[in-house]
Nanobody, 123 residues
Framework: QVQLVESGGGSVQAGGSLRLSCVAS??????MTWFRQGPGKERVGVAT????????SYDDSAKGRFTISRDNAKNTVYLQMNSLKAEDSAMYYCAARTPTLRSWSDYTTYDNWGQGTQVTVSP
């Protein structure tokens, strides 16, 4: 049984940093992706890491500010977020899927989701 548990969200001022964690169980060598969803908005892929190769990709809004990484020994994926902006405020979700040719940012292709962790950035 797959289980994803996020933590690390909170409230920070603009320019601050947060590190989100996602502890995964029941899966290996999957693509792991961080999504976010603001109120009334669609779920958007922020960053992804492919389990086998460790190759990463980012949404343009995250490039240069966010870093996704994984610790295989701890079965944990991290999202380090620096230089946070008010528009980064959202619920952040960790998701996992088996390899597919579909775009990593297509949230409909993910079967496994965490419960989410809230990030609030004040101006």
């Amino acid at each position: 049984q797959v289980q994803l548990v996020e933590s690390g969200g909170g409230s920070v001022q603009a320019g601050g940093s947060l590190r989100l964690s996602c502890v995964a169980s029941g899966i290996t060598n999957n693509r792991m992706t961080w999504f976010r969803q603001g109120p009334g908005k669609e779920r958007v892929g922020v960053a992804t890491i492919f389990g086998i190769s460790g190759v990463t990709s980012y949404d343009d809004s995250a490039k240069g500010r966010f870093t996704i990484s994984r610790d295989n020994a701890k079965n944990t994926v991290y999202l380090q977020m620096n230089s946070l902006k008010a528009e980064d405020s959202a619920m952040y979700y960790c998701a996992a899927r088996t390899p597919t040719l579909r775009s990593w940012s297509d949230y409909t292709t993910y079967d496994n989701w965490g419960q989410g962790t809230q990030v609030t950035v004040s101006p």
